[in-house]
């Protein structure tokens, strides 16, 4: 039976290939009763199904043969598979650089009926794609048993018996890893392995007091054990970018601070590597320029200003280079523990001129808006509610400009919003430099500063606001306490 991609193939997608040998490859396709159709071969960047990418194709002959054939000395292996013209009928294989082998396949059978000659790996593949087939199989029986265990006791049998064919994989694996130390299957089956925490009692130095975060520290420390980021293949297997989001996204800590040092220790494992490295460089910039977590943007500018900085951002072009260092160029003033940046405007009331930092109170919110933007429209008068409800008793003012807008538009915003207690700023000879010193690409884009105008937080609503100044309260009040 064909095995059916159930999503889009995404395969004409390119990139790079470091050096790992001098060979390329040779490949000889015969599947019988298949003619005059072209054929794929894709392999996988990190990620599983669907994404894969094209390598190279071909075209069967009236013989129901294709043969791919490569000199580049810049190859890496990896899994890859042979996707046919329908690009849903595949079936996977290993190759390394410097391989020639045959592949024969009957279509009625897959994933099994592939044969493989002058390729020991491939079929030691094989006997693991049978294995894998029973182990599914056992599987889906035991679900069943779940589905229909009627007792507390029955549910505990099938779940031990399920914990057993667990085990009887993972042994499978150490046991190839052993016999066939180094070949690209063990390390895609090393890679594979999650850590085990020891069972017993585990306690703090002082022999008595159990160690509630045992199991975390250990597993987090032990999860990248088995993962050989010197070996490019890897890259060119669905296990990285899994591992990866896992391990930032459930073990590491959401800090700043935190999320910087786990970015060195990554990238200094993968250092020296091509593919390996320049996948862990994207999806670590992606991660924090992406991500929904206040101050993830100062790991965004470390991350350019100690690797893009310095070269390691090889693949990219003079230009997308450049992109990134002009985006972190606008983020650096603003990120969360720096002095916020001075803004001087008049006030469009009274038309004196207002600054920032001079002016005086335990928390400042700064609102640029635009009385135009739909969302402005929802998010002020809630943000007044709150003020009027709660911050305004712990000496928070309100600082705004109006990004745009002509003075009665904005007059008229602020007098049906009855928002005369804030101070109210507008840049109508557009002099300020506020739209660069604090990102401002859309409104609207609200701060919080502390009573020394120190950014302490960025990018907020009324939903969150609240919630934060509490929490600089208590901080607070611990640290007088701590230093009392």
């Not at 089956?189 to 520290?217: C, I, R, W």
């Not at 073990?251 to 935190?258: K, Q, R």
Request: contains cysteine; glycine residues 6%.
């Amino acid at each position: 039976m064909n095995r059916i991609l159930l999503l889009s193939l995404v395969l004409f997608l390119q990139f790079p290939y470091p050096t790992l040998a001098r060979e390329g490859y040779r490949v000889h396709l015969k599947i019988p009763g298949v003619k005059d159709s072209i054929v794929y071969m894709a392999h996988y960047y990190g990620k599983p199904l669907p994404n894969i990418y094209k390598r190279d194709s071909a075209r069967f002959d009236k013989n129901g043969v294709a043969e791919f054939k490569s000199n580049d000395s810049s190859f890496v292996g990896g899994i890859y598979m042979m996707l046919l013209g329908d690009r849903k009928t595949y079936f996977e294989f290993l190759i390394n650089n410097g391989d020639d082998f045959s592949i024969t396949a009957d279509l009625s059978k897959l994933p099994d009926g592939v044969k493989f000659k002058n390729s020991p790996e491939n079929e030691r593949f094989q006997q693991y794609v049978e294995f894998l087939k029973g182990y599914g199989t056992k599987q889906q029986d035991l679900q069943k048993q779940l589905s229909g265990a009627k007792t507390a006791e029955d549910t505990a049998a099938v779940r031990k018996l399920g914990a057993e064919a667990g085990k009887e994989l993972t042994n499978y694996r150490h046991e190839y890893s052993k016999s066939h130390p180094n070949t690209l299957l063990s390390n895609i089956f090393n890679a594979l392995d999650v850590p085990k925490v020891p069972e017993g009692p585990h306690l703090l130095a002082d022999g008595v007091t159990t160690d509630s975060a045992f199991a975390y520290n250990y597993y987090k420390s032990h999860f990248w054990d088995g993962f050989n980021f010197q070996d490019d293949r890897l890259i060119h297997a669905p296990i990285y970018d899994a591992k990866l989001d896992e391990y930032y996204n459930k073990l590491v800590l959401p800090w700043p601070d935190s999320l910087e040092k786990e970015c060195d220790v990554i990238l200094r494992k993968a250092k020296g590597s091509k593919d390996v490295f320049k996948y862990s460089l994207w999806w670590l910039t992606r991660f924090v320029e992406n991500s929904k977590v206040m101050g993830m943007d100062e790991v965004f500018v470390y991350l350019v200003e100690n690797y893009y900085m310095k070269g390691d951002a090889f693949w990219l072009t003079p230009d997308e280079l450049t992109k990134y260092l002009d985006r972190a160029q606008k983020i650096a003033p603003n990120v969360i523990g720096n002095l916020a940046p001075e803004i001087k405007l008049p006030n469009i009331i009274t038309k004196k001129e207002e600054s920032l930092l001079t002016s005086k109170s335990n928390y400042t919110l700064i609102i640029f808006y635009s009385p135009s933007c739909g969302h402005c429209q929802k998010e002020i008068p809630a943000l007044d509610s709150l003020y009027q409800a709660s911050l305004k008793a712990k000496g928070l003012k309100v600082f705004t400009i109006a990004t745009e807008g002509e003075e009665k538009a904005i007059t008229d915003f602020i007098s049906k919003n009855k928002l005369e207690g804030w101070t109210n700023t507008w840049d109508h000879e557009h002099v300020g430099d506020w739209r660069g010193k604090y990102d401002v690409y859309s409104t609207p884009t609200i701060y919080l500063l502390d009573e020394k105008k120190i950014i302490r937080g960025k990018r907020l609503d009324h939903a969150n606001l609240g919630s934060l100044v509490d929490m600089l309260e208590k901080r607070a009040k611990k640290s007088t306490k701590t230093k009392s």
